[in-house]
C-alpha cells in the first residue's frame, strides 16, 4: 500500500498568512493526489485534484503543486472559514489511501 | 443540486451486521462509480471500497475485505454497505461519495452516518 505522510500536522496562523502543507508518497504516483478539507464535525470537501486542479467552487487562494513524491497545498491569505483539518489522498493505486491530516486553526 | 444520504446507522453488538444506505439526487446516478470511506472518531479518512458504475465491479480495502459488501440499486438511486462481523474497529462515521474516474477523486460526499460497535 502506498503512505502519505503530511506535515506540518498542525499549524497556527494569522488570517491573511500565507499557509503551505506537504504531503509525501512513500513512492511516486504521478499526478494522483487530490486535496480535501474538512471543517469540524462536517464532511470533507474536495479542494484539488489531480495535484493543481481546482475543483468548481473553492476559491482561487488554494492552490496544489508537485508531483512524483512530493505534493503541496498552499493556501494565499488565510481565511476564518479556512480553519479544519486538510487531507491529501492519493488514487494511483488501489487501496486508495489519505494522509493523517494537517489541523489548521486561527492564531 | 448533487445530495447523498446515508442512513442505517447506530449501535451493535460485536459480531453483529448492519446494513448501510446512501440516497442519490441531483445527478446521473447510473453515470458513476461510488465510494465508501469511514472516519473512526477523532481520527483520519480511511477508504473501504468503491463499486463501478455499472456495478459489475468492486474492490475493497484489506481491513473490510470478506465481511463488507458494497452494492447498488440504480433504480432506486441507492449505495448499499452490508457489513458483518462487526467489531469495535469498525466504530466510526461512515461516508457515501461519488467517484470521478481518471484523477479518482472523490466530488461530493454525503453527511455521513455513525455506526457503534459496543456491547
Known amino acids: 500500500d502506498i503512505q502519505l505522510t503530511q506535515s506540518p500536522s498542525s499549524l497556527s496562523a494569522s488570517v491573511g498568512d500565507r499557509v503551505t502543507i506537504t504531503c509525501r508518497a512513500s513512492?511516486?504516483?504521478?499526478?494522483?493526489l487530490n486535496w480535501y478539507h474538512q471543517k469540524p464535525g462536517k464532511a470533507p470537501n474536495l479542494l484539488i485534484y489531480?495535484?493543481?486542479s481546482l475543483q468548481s467552487g473553492v476559491p482561487s487562494r488554494f492552490s496544489g503543486s508537485g508531483s512524483g513524491t512530493d505534493f503541496t497545498l498552499t493556501i494565499n491569505s488565510l481565511q476564518r472559514e479556512d480553519i479544519g483539518s486538510y487531507y491529501c489522498?492519493?488514487?494511483?493505486?488501489?487501496?486508495?489511501?489519505f494522509g493523517p491530516g494537517t489541523r489548521v486553526d486561527i492564531k | 443540486q448533487v445530495q447523498l444520504v446515508e442512513s442505517g446507522g447506530g449501535l451493535v453488538k460485536p459480531g453483529g451486521s448492519l446494513r448501510l444506505s446512501c440516497v442519490a439526487s441531483?445527478?446521473?446516478?447510473?453515470?458513476?462509480?461510488m465510494t465508501w470511506i469511514r472516519q473512526a472518531p477523532g481520527k483520519g479518512l480511511d477508504w473501504i471500497s468503491y463499486?463501478?458504475?455499472?456495478?459489475?465491479?468492486?474492490n475493497y480495502a484489506d481491513s473490510v475485505k470478506g465481511r463488507f459488501t458494497i452494492s447498488r440499486d440504480d433504480s432506486k438511486k441507492s449505495l448499499y454497505l452490508q457489513m458483518s462481523s462487526l467489531g469495535a474497529e469498525d466504530t466510526a462515521v461512515y461516508y457515501c461519495?461519488?467517484?470521478?474516474?481518471?484523477?479518482?477523486?472523490?466530488?461530493?460526499w454525503g453527511q455521513g452516518i455513525l455506526v457503534t460497535v459496543s456491547s
Open positions: 463499486i463501478s458504475s455499472d456495478g459489475t465491479y468492486a
Open positions: 461519495a461519488r467517484k470521478v474516474t481518471g484523477y479518482d477523486y472523490f466530488d461530493f
Open positions: 441531483g445527478f446521473i446516478f447510473s453515470d458513476y462509480y
Open positions: 513512492q511516486s504516483i504521478s499526478s494522483f
Open positions: 489531480g495535484v493543481s
Open positions: 489522498q492519493q488514487s494511483y493505486s488501489v487501496p486508495f489511501t
